[in-house]
T-cell receptor
Framework: NAGVTQTPKFRVLKTGQSMTLLCAQD?????MYWYRQDPGMGLRLIHY???????AKGEVPDGYNVSRLKKQNFLLGLESAAPSQTSVYFC???????????FGQGTRLTVV | EDQVTQSPEALRLQEGESSSLNCSYT??????LFWYRQDPGKGPEFLFT???AGEEKEKERLKATLTKKESFLHITAPKPEDSATYLC????????????FGTGTLLAVQP
């Protein structure tokens, strides 16, 4: 049982480059979330989805886009990376009726 | 403004030395307070959800309690494997379960 899998685990980007982070869950969860974690800031919600084909903005959405074309996948895109987007990104998912959220292992992104 | 504050930032205990971590919150209408454990280089791992003042939950050496303004995570007779960062979060999004996280307490338990 893989749970929540994030790809890649590490990435270094140059300013202005684009990339997509992939989150895949095999638990048939309805809700999926993207967070970023920065020192001294705690986890902050970027975007979330309450079901296939739906997305919504979280606390810090600027500079990011997301898509949920398939129920099991939630993609986070950076169109033009900036050094301020250097962070650890976590994906999470949960069932509609259960408040327990399952997190992936994280993606450490550095923008130089 | 909804806010979650955790204290202390870091705590060092001897094995067997019990203590408590604090999470104070200001949110308009609590819809759940969550405790997570996070090990270095890994994602947060769910521990507890509390919904109403007076509620308590236990898991092994951990017990979480909730009042109207704060929550405590009590650690009884900790072991080195309890060393981790403990995160507190509150639900501000209702059914969508959008969470505001505190910055965590880094716990180190020495043998």
């Amino acid at each position: 049982n893989a749970g929540v899998t994030q790809t890649p685990k590490f990435r270094v980007l140059k300013t202005g480059q684009s990339m997509t982070l992939l989150c895949a869950q095999d638990m048939n969860h309805e809700y999926m979330y993207w967070y970023r974690q920065d020192p001294g800031m705690g986890l902050r919600l970027i975007h979330y989805s309450v079901g296939e084909g739906t997305t919504a903005k979280g606390e810090v959405p600027d500079g990011y886009n997301v898509s949920r074309l398939k129920k099991q996948n939630f993609l986070l895109g950076l169109e033009s990376a900036a050094p301020s987007q250097t962070s650890v990104y976590f994906c999470a998912s949960r069932d509609r009726t259960n408040t327990e959220a399952f997190f992936g292992q994280g993606t450490r992104l550095t923008v130089v | 403004e909804d806010q979650v504050t955790q204290s202390p930032e870091a705590l060092r205990l001897q094995e067997g030395e019990s203590s408590s971590l604090n999470c104070s919150y200001t949110v308009s209408g609590l819809r759940g307070l969550f405790w997570y454990r996070q090990d270095p280089g890994k994602g947060p791992e769910f521990l507890f959800t509390l919904y109403s003042a007076g509620e308590e939950k236990e898991k092994e050496r951990l017990k979480a309690t909730l009042t109207k303004k704060e929550s405590f995570l009590h650690i009884t007779a900790p072991k080195p494997e309890d060393s981790a960062t403990y995160l507190c979060a509150v639900n501000y999004g209702g059914a969508t379960n959008k969470l505001i996280f505190g910055t965590g307490t880094l716990l180190a338990v020495q043998p």
